[in-house]
Structure formats: C-alpha cells, structure tokens
C-alpha cells in the first residue's frame, strides 16, 4: 500500500484549486479523518510535495504513514527550537555537513565553550571545546546520566579544519584512502567543525555495549543528542556505524527524525536542508 502522505501529496499536485483531498485515519490520528485545503490555500503542502520529491528514495522508504499537516506542525517546532539559537555570525544548529556539504578552512564556530573535567564528566584531554548551546545540552546529559550513577567520558568534540585534516592523512597513510574514507572525515566535511558533535567513552565498537553506551542510546535523545552514524545506514551517510559519535541537534529536532525519518539523523538533515533552500 502506498504511504498515504506521499498519496495525498501526490494527489494535491494534481487536483484542481476547488477540490479538497480527503486524508485517511493514519497511526498518528485517532479521530475522524482530516481534509486538507488543496495547494492553493495550502502552499507548504506543496512545497512539501516538493521537497518529498527530491528526497531519495531510501529516504522516502524510512517516512511512515502520516498526516502532512502534522508533519508540517512538527517541522514548524523542530525550525522555531532551531531559531532560538539562531545568529546572523554563525551556522545554524541543523547546519548540513557531509561529503557533499562542506565549509571552508577558516570555520570555527563563534563563543567555543573550554569542555574541561568536573563534576558531572570526565575528558580525555585538555583541548576540547563546544558551541554555547551544545555544552549547555551537553551539562544537561550529563547530570541525568550522573543521577543514574554513569559519569560520562567526553573524548572528542570540536576539531578545526586544520586539526581534520591531520588526522585524516593519518588515517589515509595507515589504511589507505578508500577505507580511511569510509571512518573519517576529509577537512571541512566533519560535524566535529561545527562544534556541536561528542565522541563519548573508548571511541571503541565494543563501547556501545558498555553501561555508559546502553544509557546514552536510551536517553541521550530526551536531551537533544541523535547517533550520527547507525548501523546499516554507511551508503546513506558516508561512513561505518559509529557507536560513540553524536551530534546535539535540539530536543524536537531528535522527536521529530525518530517520528518521521525512522530515527535516521542524515535523512532528517538532508530534509531541513532542502526545506530551507527550496521556495
């Protein structure tokens, strides 16, 4: 059966301006079915068509059954949440950054918070950092996972282009190029420049299985903090699963990619990407 949201923006496209479609009972309404106004009095349902359409189709798989307006109402949470740290001399939170979207070599995020060892974590060095709204989050995690008795270890956090680009021509002379870029970031390309991504813990595969790791991929969502990099997703995102690294993109952001985008953070960037830059 097709998805419905797809179906109806499908039909909104095509219908005349008197026409309304009517939207069956999806999982996430429990009364009667929705109308929704065709495009002509509903213009982000077809800009949401749009940018559905541009999407790929693995990404399309991943979105369930469900309500336009409601996604849009959640899209609306996730952007005004976003907009509260917004500033004109800086990158946005939801900022994307991959192989495909890069920023320059004089990037460093504005106000770098030192992320220096206390009461509520432990570091595995001296020269850490995060963006303002980032480390705040980040004292937010910490304190939960403290009252359940774990102290988490912040190991990585922002690294400057110059900093990327060493590590990756390590990786690339111990390993090789095609398997060093299937773990590591090229310069410009790693959420670690944007300030806003932690690897916690042993920056070890078997880390995930560790207390530590079983309680931030419980909770480390309630506090705005989405895994960058699943298992199973390496086509989609550009590298192996990485147990470890998160990336702190706001509380309704986290809500909204586990409703809507089978909790796949690229999907859900890759969208608010496109929402942004398509009119």
Same mark, same amino acid.
């Given at each position: 059966?097709? =998805?419905?949201? &797809?179906?109806?923006?499908?039909?909104?496209?095509?219908?005349?301006?008197?026409?309304?479609?009517? +939207?069956a009972q999806t999982k996430t309404t429990i009364s009667e079915p929705k109308t929704v106004e065709s495009p002509k009095n509903n213009p982000e349902i077809e800009k949401l068509a749009r940018v559905l359409s541009s999407m790929? *189709?693995?990404? =399309?798989?991943?979105?369930?059954?469900?309500?336009?307006?409601?996604?849009?109402? !959640? +899209?609306?949470?996730?952007?005004?949440? @976003?907009?509260?740290?917004?500033? !004109?001399?800086?990158?946005?939170?939801? /900022?994307l950054i991959d192989k495909k979207h890069h920023v320059g070599s004089d990037y460093v995020p504005k106000d770098l918070k030192p992320v220096k060892n206390s009461e509520v $974590?432990?570091? %595995?060095?001296?020269?850490?950092? +995060?963006?303002? @709204? %980032? &480390?705040?989050?980040?004292?937010?995690?910490?304190?939960?996972? +403290?009252? !359940?008795g774990i102290k988490l270890m912040v190991s990585s956090t922002y690294?400057?282009?110059? /900093?990327?680009?060493?590590l990756f021509n390590r990786y690339v002379k111990q390993d090789g190029l095609e398997l060093a870029e299937r773990y590591s970031a090229r310069p410009g390309t790693?959420?670690?420049q944007l300030?806003?991504?932690?690897?916690?813990? %042993?920056? #070890?595969d078997d880390w995930g299985d560790t207390k530590m790791g079983k309680w931030m991929y419980n909770h480390a969502a309630e506090y705005g903090w989405s895994l960058s990099f699943p298992?199973? /997703?390496? !086509?989609? #995102?550009? /590298?192996? $699963? *990485?147990? $470890?690294h998160f990336r702190y993109i706001g509380k309704e952001a986290c809500r909204f990619q586990k409703k809507w &985008?089978?909790?796949?953070?690229?999907?859900?960037?890759?969208?608010?990407?496109? $929402?942004? #830059?398509k009119n």
């Open positions: 059966m097709k =998805k419905i949201i &797809f179906a109806l923006l499908g039909a909104c496209l095509l219908c005349s301006c008197k026409e309304k479609v009517a +939207l790929s *189709e693995r990404c =399309k798989e991943a979105i369930p059954n469900g309500n336009p307006e409601e996604f849009l109402a !959640d +899209l609306h949470r996730v952007l005004a949440e @976003e907009a509260k740290n917004h500033r !004109d001399d800086d990158l946005d939170l939801l /900022y $974590w432990n570091v %595995s060095r001296a020269d850490l950092s +995060l963006r303002p @709204e %980032s &480390f705040a989050a980040l004292e937010e995690l910490s304190r939960a996972a +403290l009252a !359940d690294r400057s282009y110059t /900093y990327q680009e060493g790693s959420q670690h300030g806003c991504a932690v690897d916690f813990g %042993s920056i #070890t298992r199973g /997703y390496e !086509d989609i #995102t550009g /590298y192996m $699963w *990485e147990c $470890w &985008f089978s909790d796949v953070q690229q999907f859900m960037l890759e969208f608010i990407n496109e $929402w942004k #830059t």
